[in-house]
Each structure stands twice: as structure tokens, then as C-alpha cells.
């Protein structure tokens, strides 16, 4: 009997908690949303395997601006390009804030640039943009790396003599050894086994932030660490990856000239010597693990699965393949490496990469954001510690904004004439100032890339195009695409 009421009162304190949030709900004029449960909030009414689809939906009856609870996080979702842009652009100061996501904070340790607000984030961006600029991302330094890492890939795929294989660790190594350049001063063997152990790792983070276990692990941390299960392993993982950036950077420390920096590691190594003895700094070890970590893990998988998917695209679509290598034979030739000036003279090919990046949808949720203060917003009030979501997925996929939005359709980015035109509602990498670091890398990369392989090889598969599913193998944090054999065969 005792128990039971134990029960009942704990029912009772657990209602009336949720009452009086509904009360300050209307109190605090939030966006409007749908009334939830007691401690998961509307978690019950997202699928799991597509939560931003889910709110895409509620949001056809809320609005583009509406309120949700993600357990007993408050959060506020902006659904649609308008809302999106007069949030993160036209307000860009009050939507600055990164929101504290548990599983990033157990990454970092809380440092580092991809999660930090404030003075921190500040100081860290703007030298990160610049080192990263003076290293030549977005200029012809990174072009030529860039060109330089295509011949090794070129050559390991002809290794390949045209039967089929797994593209996604050569595209994996790939894509790293060009974060590495920029952060290690060096690149790796497609055979260092440890190098390939890494990448692994990598792919796996990303895949278990999408998986339900996951998204559990922010929305219920506490509990989740009292719970066994994948995340535990996944940690260890993690940690791997961590111990191999502080080796790098103890070898950086043991060589460093400050005359000639080679890299990132270098010039922030220069800058924590600079400023040891200024108590505000924010260049000090910890932030410097952490950004390195940031900027490996963000910049490796995200820009190859990118890559991948293109490929796969290519072979489900063989006329769009063909048209491309046509458009590239006449400009470029097949011995030629292309340019990123090349690019004005390719707008089909252009546009294909556009469209990849627009049906892919990556980042479905962009990385949420968090309101330091209050926001006034649209007529509402946003709380302060209010979790932000701009639905990056309801702009890729917005019906007027888009005039097929959920199929393959290069003529988004072409005009009448054939030439490439933008639209303001491509925002894969988000917007304002928290937009990806590193956007004018992976666009460089992505064409790069892509031109160089189609120059070369004709791309197809054992099953043929009907065979492909462009669906994603799994969503939630990021869209991951599905993993298929691969022909390439030489032109």
C-alpha cells in the first residue's frame, strides 16, 4: 500500500509539474505546438526513423514557427525557407547561441569551437575561418592538394579493373587526408590499417547520432548513462580518435617552427604561446583537442558520403552521367585536371551537384541552436535555454520553393537558357553565423572530386539502376546513404 501511494503522489507531482508548464506556456506567449506528456513530451508523435519529417507535419497544422518538447527540453522549430532566413540571417545575433547537446559536451569534454558560445566561440571562429583561409581553403593552394589527392584516388579505383566494390573508405581516405593536410600538415596511406581504423570510427559516430540510441542519449542523458547499450562503446571509440589527435599534436609541439607554421595545429600552437599568459584566452590545450576533433570529424564524413551519394545518384540516373561527361569532355578533356574556374563553364554538371546536395539532405535538423536570452521573434517570445531547430529539411524540400521537391530534378538550378541560377533556399551547410567553417572546402571538394572521377570512369553497379534506392540507409541527425558494390569502368 505503501508503494502505491509512493506511486500516486509521484503520478500527482508529475501532472501538476506539466500543468504549470502549460501555464507558462501561454504566459510566456511561445510559439503555439502540440500538447504533450509528462516527462517525454511529444516524443511519442515523431518516427523514430524520420523525426524531421514528423515535424514537418505537425508544423502544417501549428505553423512555421511552433513549440515542441523533446522530453522535457522546450524546443522551438522553424519550418520553411522565410522562417529559416529572417531567424538565422535577418536575427543573426540573437540565433547564434549552439545548443549544449550532451553527446557533443561528452565528446569535447566541453571545449572546442563546434559547441562553444560566447567569447569562446568567437575567438575560435574567427581565427579557425582565418588559419583555415591562409592555408588555402577556397584559394589555390587547397586546389592543387585537392587535384593532387583525385590522382590517388583515381589510381586506386583503377586498381579496382573494373569490378565491383565498396567506394566508401576510399572515399573516406579520400576526403581525410585533405582535412588532414589542413589540420596534420600531412596525408595517409589508403593502406595505413590505424588510418582506416579511424575513418571507421568516424563513419560509425555518425551513424549512431542518427540511430534512435542517439537521439535517446541527448534527450535522456542521464538516464542513458546508467543504461547499457552501444553508446558506451561508442565513447571508448571516440576516445581512440581523441588519443590520436593528442599524439599529433605532441608531435607538432616537439617540431614546431614558429618561422614557417606548416598547419592548423602549428599556427594555434603559436597563438597559445602568444597569449599563456592572458587569463581570458581561449587558446589553451583543451580547446585545442577539441577543435581539432571538431574539424576531422565534421570534415571527413559528411563531404565523402556527399561524394558517394553522387556517385550512386549517377548510376540510378545514366542519361544525367552521360550528359555530364559530355559537358566536361568539351571543356575540360579527360587528361586535363579540372579548376574550380571551370566551374562557370559546366552548369549542367553544376547543377547536378546542386540538386545532389538538395535531395540528400544531410543535415536534416541543421545543428541546433540555443537562445542565450530571450528572443523576441515573429510576435513570440523564445525563452531563454530554449532549444532552436531551422528545419534545414522543410527548406531543401519546400513545395514552393522547389518544383519537384522530393525528385531528382537538375533543372532546379538551370534557367530557361541552360545556364546555372541559384536559389536562396539552398542552404545544406545552414546559414548566418553559425554556417558551416568549412562550406567553401566541400563545395571545392565535391566538384573537384566528382569532375575527375567522371572524367575517367563511367559509374554502374550489378543490379542497374532500378536496383538503387535513393532513400537513406538511416536518418536522424544526418541522412546516411545507403552502401552499394560499385562498377567503375574506364573511359
Known amino acids: 500500500m505503501e508503494f502505491s501511494g509512493t506511486l500516486i503522489l509521484a503520478g500527482l507531482i508529475i501532472a501538476l509539474l506539466w500543468l504549470l508548464s502549460l501555464k507558462s506556456r501561454s504566459q510566456l506567449c511561445l510559439p503555439p505546438g502540440p500538447p504533450g506528456l509528462p516527462v517525454v513530451g511529444n516524443l511519442p508523435q515523431l518516427d523514430k526513423r524520420a523525426p524531421f519529417r514528423s515535424l514537418r507535419k505537425l508544423s502544417e497544422t501549428y505553423g512555421p514557427v511552433m513549440t515542441v518538447y523533446l522530453g522535457r527540453q522546450r524546443t522551438v522549430v522553424l519550418v520553411g525557407y522565410d522562417a529559416v532566413k529572417e531567424a538565422l540571417v535577418d536575427q543573426a545575433d540573437d540565433f547564434s547561441g549552439r545548443v549544449p547537446l550532451p553527446f557533443l559536451i561528452r565528446v569535447t569534454k566541453g571545449y572546442g569551437l563546434g559547441i562553444s558560445n560566447g567569447d569562446r566561440w568567437r575567438q575560435l571562429r574567427r581565427f579557425t575561418l582565418t588559419t583555415l583561409r591562409d592555408f588555402g581553403m577556397g584559394r589555390k593552394g587547397m586546389e592543387e592538394w585537392i587535384q593532387e589527392e583525385s590522382k590517388h584516388l583515381v589510381a586506386r579505383i583503377n586498381s579496382t579493373k573494373a569490378t565491383p566494390f565498396d567506394p566508401t573508405y576510399f572515399l573516406s581516405c579520400t576526403v581525410s587526408n585533405v582535412i588532414c593536410c589542413l589540420v596534420f600538415g600531412q596525408r595517409f596511406s589508403y593502406d595505413d590499417d590505424h588510418f582506416l581504423h579511424l575513418l571507421q570510427t568516424i563513419s560509425e559516430v555518425l551513424k549512431f547520432i542518427s540511430s534512435p540510441w542517439g537521439q535517446m542519449y541527448n534527450i535522456f542523458p542521464r538516464l542513458m548513462e546508467w543504461v547499457p547499450g552501444r553508446h558506451h562503446n561508442m565513447f571508448a571509440k571516440i576516445e581512440e580518435v581523441r ?49 581539432v576533433l571538431n574539424l576531422y570529424l565534421a570534415g571527413t564524413e559528411t563531404t565523402s558520403s556527399t561524394i558517394r551519394f553522387a556517385i550512386t545518384v549517377l548510376i540510378k540516373y545514366p542519361k544525367i552521367q552521360e550528359n555530364m ?45 540555443y537562445s542565450l536570452q530571450d528572443i523576441s521573434f515573429r510576435g513570440y517570445t523564445i525563452p531563454k535555454d530554449t532549444v532552436i531547430i531551422p528545419l534545414l529539411h522543410s527548406v531543401l524540400k519546400e513545395e514552393k520553393q522547389w518544383e519537384t521537391p522530393w525528385s531528382f530534378n537538375p533543372q532546379h538550378f538551370l534557367d530557361q537558357n541552360g545556364n546555372f541560377k541559384k536559389n536562396p533556399a539552398f542552404l545544406p551547410f545552414s546559414a548566418g553565423k553559425r554556417s558551416c567553417v568549412g562550406e567553401s572546402l566541400a563545395r571545392m571538394e565535391i566538384f ?27 536518418s536522424g541527425f544526418a541522412n546516411v546513404p545507403r552502401r552499394y558494390d560499385i562498377i567503375a569502368t574506364p573511359r
Do not use: W
Open 243 to 291: 588519443e590520436f589527435t593528442m599524439k599529433k599534436i605532441q608531435e607538432h609541439e616537439d617540431t614546431l617552427d614558429p618561422s614557417s607554421p606548416r598547419d592548423y595545429i602549428d599556427c594555434f600552437l603559436m597563438r597559445l604561446g602568444q597569449e599563456k599568459h592572458i587569463p581570458t584566452t581561449e587558446f589553451h590545450y583543451d580547446n585545442l583537442v577539441s577543435t
Open 325 to 369: 561527361q559530355q559537358e566536361i569532355d568539351a571543356v575540360i578533356g579527360q587528361e586535363r585536371c579540372p579548376f574550380m574556374e571551370d566551374r562557370k563553364s559546366l552548369p549542367f554538371t553544376d547543377a547536378v551537384l546542386h540538386e545532389v546536395q538538395r535531395l540528400m539532405d544531410i543535415v536534416p535538423f541543421s545543428v541546433p541552436h
Open 448 to 474: 573537384l572530386f566528382l569532375v575527375s572521377l567522371l572524367q575517367r570512369f563511367t559509374f554502374s553497379c550489378l543490379g542497374g539502376p532500378d536496383g538503387v534506392d535513393l532513400s537513406p540507409e538511416c
